[in-house]
RNA sequence: UCCCCGAUAGCUCAAUCGGUAGAGCGAGCGGCUGUUAACCGCUAGGUUGUAGGUUCGAGUCCUACUCGGGGAGCCA
């Protein structure tokens, strides 16, 4: 008997085949099963018939519990009924491992005990979804620098300067010297860049920020291209077809994915070059202007009316609770009460937090940095990812480029992604000229002994160079409507909390 | 470091003014030949996060602690 996997079902319609799984979920119905398998490639509903297998076997299958592992024969029949299109009508079977009392089960669990379960919650379809769209991230990464001419540069994780702060940096004992898990590649990168033109690296960054957002992990992947001989506008144009080629190739490879988890499709299709281009000042003007007052007064109005709606309706479903109903009508709604009641609790978030936000972003005064809620807005406010540039240098690390027409400001750029997702790419024009550098880390308070190997790259054959950061989760998060990254790595890292 | 919210059955959540602790899912048993989070009937399942306090009486009020969620700052 052939052995095959779920995802090629379709070149065996009307064959025989062996497939290898878990049970994902069943129903019975008498005289007929209905067994999903997964198989690590998708689902595949298993029709059992009670006159086409031994009694043992229907029996056995029949009291099969959740997640046991199983070999399955049958043939295979298109069925528009079936999860995939392709169902398999079993022969024969023969179980593996049963497991029983599975703990995650097929309906609704908190996010604290599925952190708790993660090592089962991988399994699930939503994880599966997204674990498949991280790895099309991913190599639409790789495949993007590696076809225009990046060459790959490995850049330590174990640093001794830091990139930016000390303080966000996570220390390691080395034989007895400090050492620091790296949050970023980029200043080895820029050495690299003046080797290979074009460079980029890929790995796990680490950030010991205390920050417990939705945005926030304390390891995370970040890829980092550095080119040199670039200015501000090359380095934008290289972002957007960067992250439009990523978009592009998730909706290339995984639209039943994005489907099965509620992606905004239509949404994505939109993300092509050119994004939005808007400079500091211009984001300062647009938070503080009547324009931004108004759009955040108008999603107050929404919320505030969702809220009323999800009100009346658990109101009367309330009452009719109260009253003499059949029971199946008091089970429905006693499961879509629980339903409203956890939107209510969103709602309610979102309008305590609308004044909040609009406070924060009306008092934005120039100068200051952008802030996560000021982000949102913006992002809000428009349908394509948006590029920032031009933040205050004060704002801003050392080695950024001062804007020569406009000392105030550097040649940087934030890349916030829309519908309100925020940053997903941070990344700026490097300062190329020796003695403004050396000014710069002393304005800063920082030691120039820690940086001489980096003003070296000033002193022989300084050129123009720059480039970004994206971060790996964020861009997940952003692209299959995720709102807190930590579902988009397997194994999250959270400030104070590491579950497995 | 700061602000807000929460902890009740294995899971997700109810419990009006402080007055006998309840649903759904899951589990077990039974029924049904096409189900899509199937459906129907029955059964089991509880020291209400911990420690104190107020009260005739505390899931509910007060204090402290523990754990968790969201957000600010900072950032990918």
Same mark, same amino acid.
């Given at each position: 008997?052939?052995?095959?996997?779920?995802?090629?079902?379709?070149?065996?319609?009307?064959? =025989?085949?062996?497939?290898?799984? $878990?049970?994902?979920?069943?129903?019975?119905?008498?005289?007929?099963?209905?067994?999903?398998i997964? %198989?690590?490639?998708?689902?595949?509903?298993?029709?059992?018939?009670?006159?086409?297998?031994?009694?043992?076997? @229907?029996?056995?299958?029949?009291?099969?519990?959740?997640? +046991?592992?199983?070999?399955?024969?049958?043939?295979?029949r298109? %069925?528009?009924?079936?999860v995939?299109?392709?169902?398999?009508?079993v022969?024969?079977?023969?179980?593996?491992?049963?497991?029983?009392?599975?703990?995650?089960?097929?309906?609704?669990?908190?996010?604290?005990?599925?952190?708790?379960?993660?090592?089962?919650?991988?399994?699930?379809?939503?994880? $599966?979804?997204?674990?498949?769209?991280?790895h099309?991230?991913?190599? *639409?990464?790789?495949r993007?620098?590696?076809?225009?001419?990046?060459?790959?540069?490995?850049?330590p994780?174990?640093?001794?300067?830091a990139?930016?702060?000390?303080?966000?940096?996570?220390?390691?004992?080395?034989?007895?010297?400090?050492?620091?898990?790296?949050?970023?590649?980029?200043?080895?990168?820029?050495?690299?860049?003046? +080797?290979?033109?074009?460079?980029?690296? @890929?790995?796990?960054t680490?950030?010991?920020?205390?920050?417990?957002?939705?945005?926030?992990?304390?390891?995370?992947?970040?890829?980092?291209?550095?080119?040199?001989?670039?200015?501000?506008?090359?380095?934008?144009?290289?972002?957007?077809n960067?992250? +439009?080629?990523?978009?592009?190739?998730?909706?290339k490879?995984?639209?039943?994915?994005l489907?099965?988890?509620? *992606?905004?499709?239509?949404?994505?299709?939109?993300?092509?070059?050119? @994004?939005?281009?808007?400079?500091?000042?211009?984001?300062?003007?647009?938070?503080?202007?009547?324009?931004?007052?108004?759009?955040?007064?108008?999603?107050?109005?929404?919320?505030?009316?969702?809220?009323q709606q999800i009100?009346?309706?658990?109101?009367?479903?309330?009452?009719?609770?109260?009253?003499?109903?059949?029971?199946?009508?008091?089970?429905k709604?006693?499961?879509e009460?629980?339903?409203?009641?956890?939107?209510?609790?969103?709602?309610?978030?979102?309008?305590?937090?609308?004044?909040?936000?609009? =406070?924060?972003? *009306?008092?934005?005064?120039?100068?200051?940095?952008?802030?996560? +809620?000021?982000?949102?807005?913006?992002?809000?406010?428009?349908?394509?990812?948006?590029?920032?540039?031009?933040?205050?240098?004060?704002?801003?690390?050392?080695?950024?480029?001062?804007?020569?027409?406009?000392?105030?400001?550097?040649?940087?750029?934030?890349?916030?992604?829309?519908?309100? @997702?925020g940053?997903?790419?941070?990344?700026?024009?490097?300062?190329?000229?020796? %003695?403004?550098?050396?000014?710069?880390?002393?304005?800063?308070?920082?030691?120039?002994?820690?940086?001489?190997?980096?003003?070296?790259?000033?002193?022989?054959?300084?050129?123009?160079?720059?480039?970004?950061?994206?971060?790996?989760?964020?861009?997940?998060? $952003?692209?299959?409507?995720?709102?807190?990254?930590?579902?988009?790595?397997?194994?999250?890292?959270?400030?104070?909390?590491?579950?497995?």
């Amino acid at each position: 008997m052939e052995k095959t996997t779920i995802e090629s079902l379709g070149q065996f319609a009307d064959k =025989q085949v062996t497939l290898e799984g $878990w049970l994902y979920n069943s129903r019975a119905s008498g005289k007929v099963q209905f067994l999903i398998i997964r %198989d690590g490639t998708g689902l595949c509903q298993c029709i059992i018939e009670k006159d086409k297998v031994s009694d043992e076997l @229907f029996e056995q299958l029949g009291h099969l519990g959740q997640e +046991s592992s199983l070999a399955v024969t049958g043939l295979v029949r298109a %069925d528009e009924r079936s999860v995939g299109g392709y169902e398999l009508a079993v022969t024969d079977a023969k179980i593996i491992a049963s497991a029983t009392d599975y703990p995650i089960t097929p309906k609704s669990h908190g996010i604290d005990f599925l952190l708790k379960q993660r090592h089962l919650h991988l399994r699930s379809q939503g994880q $599966w979804c997204i674990g498949k769209i991280r790895h099309t991230v991913i190599d *639409a990464i790789r495949r993007f620098f590696n076809d225009n001419g990046f060459t790959l540069v490995d850049t330590p994780i174990l640093t001794a300067a830091a990139g930016e702060e000390e303080q966000s940096l996570f220390e390691v004992d080395y034989f007895g010297e400090p050492l620091f898990l790296t949050q970023t590649g980029q200043l080895h990168l820029e050495s690299a860049a003046m +080797s290979y033109g074009k460079v980029y690296c @890929f790995g796990p960054t680490f950030r010991a920020e205390r920050s417990k957002t939705r945005r926030h992990l304390t390891e995370f992947w970040m890829v980092e291209p550095e080119v040199a001989f670039i200015e501000l506008v090359g380095l934008l144009e290289l972002a957007e077809n960067f992250v +439009s080629s990523i978009v592009a190739r998730v909706l290339k490879d995984n639209k039943s994915q994005l489907e099965s988890i509620g *992606a905004d499709i239509p949404a994505l299709e939109k993300i092509t070059p050119p @994004f939005y281009r808007l400079t500091y000042t211009e984001a300062c003007e647009i938070l503080t202007s009547q324009r931004a007052k108004d759009f955040l007064a108008g999603q107050l109005e929404k919320f505030k009316n969702q809220k009323q709606q999800i009100e009346s309706r658990i109101a009367q479903l309330e009452e009719e609770q109260k009253g003499q109903i059949k029971q199946w009508k008091r089970d429905k709604n006693a499961a879509e009460l629980i339903e409203l009641r956890s939107e209510l609790a969103e709602v309610d978030t979102k309008i305590e937090n609308n004044p909040k936000h609009a =406070q924060l972003a *009306a008092e934005f005064r120039w100068g200051k940095d952008l802030g996560g +809620s000021d982000e949102t807005i913006i992002s809000q406010m428009h349908d394509k990812p948006i590029f920032v540039t031009h933040y205050p240098k004060q704002a801003k690390a050392f080695y950024m480029k001062t804007d020569r027409s406009n000392e105030n400001v550097v040649l940087n750029f934030d890349c916030l992604a829309p519908e309100g @997702f925020g940053e997903i790419i941070g990344g700026s024009i490097r300062e190329d000229d020796f %003695d403004r550098l050396v000014t710069r880390i002393k304005e800063q308070n920082l030691k120039q002994e820690n940086y001489e190997w980096y003003l070296d790259l000033r002193k022989y054959g300084s050129v123009p160079h720059g480039g970004f950061g994206l971060g790996v989760e964020r861009t997940v998060a $952003w692209i299959t409507g995720q709102k807190h990254i930590r579902q988009c790595i397997p194994f999250p890292r959270m400030m104070d909390k590491v579950y497995i």
